[in-house]
């Protein structure tokens, strides 16, 4: 199941994520009584996936974007026009994207902008929550499925160095990733019941830019740079973990705003 929530906010700095799973935490935590106990456990893989997707009449410019009271960058800031910004969070567990809906109507409003974190061109944004739909997702029906990434997938190898769908790794690594997220307890239990096959149709190389607050105090760095696949690609595997990839993301960081997609075609 997916919920598509519609966000009003005049501006969208393109450090973005880490606010969005701030405001999911948040929202899962108050819809479900505080009682998820993925969260006390960094090292284990959240059950769910998350991606925003802004106006298609956006503007942007260069401007302020001081991510906290040690760091501030020049960057990328998106103005949305009065045009709403839609977040799509999905997962296995319906009864998770009900928690995410009862906190998100509880909270109606949230800071994206906290103390000094955050602070867009001198200003605190608030984001407010003005709707939001459930979403069904069709079926796995097929064993070989077309998919198009809504985020970046991205891969690393043992060296956390990117892998992209054009490396004659990807596949090995792929296989390794996907197989140790579906053995957690919160999604599959166990590993893949057989190798996935990737097969790239239409994919390009793209960097996105990210910060978190344990990267910046371990590295002294504002902002990280992640190299993923996004397009439309081909993938087989059994269709019980096509359906879980599908709804909870393909790749590492899916909590954090990658991997998501959509179905395409089952063929």
């Not at 969260?39 to 998350?50: L, T």
């Not at 902008?113 to 929550?129: E, G, V, Y």
């Not at 990658?258 to 179905?263: A, N, P, T, W």
Request: one cysteine or more; proline letters at 4%; charged letters at 30%.
């Amino acid at each position: 199941m997916r919920l598509k929530v519609l966000i009003k906010s005049d501006m969208v700095p393109i450090l973005y994520r880490h606010r969005v799973v701030s405001l999911i935490k948040n929202a899962i935590k108050l819809g479900s009584n505080g009682n998820q106990k993925f969260f006390e456990d960094k090292r284990v893989v959240r059950p769910y996936c998350f991606n925003l997707a802004l106006p298609t009449k956006k503007t942007q410019r260069i401007g302020k974007i001081q991510i906290d009271e040690n760091f501030t960058v020049e960057d990328i800031v998106f103005y949305t026009n009065k045009k709403p910004i839609v977040l799509y969070v999905g997962s296995l567990d319906k009864d998770l994207i009900n928690a995410v809906y009862r906190g998100l109507k509880k909270l109606k409003r949230f800071n994206f902008s906290s103390n000094c974190n955050m602070i867009i061109q001198n200003r605190r944004l608030i984001w407010l929550i003005e709707r939001m739909i459930f979403i069904n997702e069709k079926p796995i029906e097929k064993e070989t499925v077309i998919f198009k990434t809504n985020s970046p997938i991205l891969i690393e190898n043992d060296d956390n160095r990117p892998v992209l769908f054009s490396d004659d790794t990807f596949n090995h690594y792929l296989n390794r990733i996907m197989d140790r997220i579906l053995s957690s307890p919160y999604l599959k239990g166990r590993g893949l019941d057989r190798p996935l096959r990737f097969e790239p149709v239409d994919m390009k190389k793209q960097v996105v830019k990210h910060t978190l607050k344990d990267f910046r105090e371990n590295t002294g760095k504002p902002v990280m740079y992640l190299t993923g696949s996004t397009g439309i690609f081909k993938l087989s595997g059994s269709k019980q973990d096509l359906e879980i990839i599908y709804k909870t993301g393909i790749g590492i960081r899916t909590c954090q705003g990658f991997g998501m997609i959509e179905l395409k075609e089952q063929l």
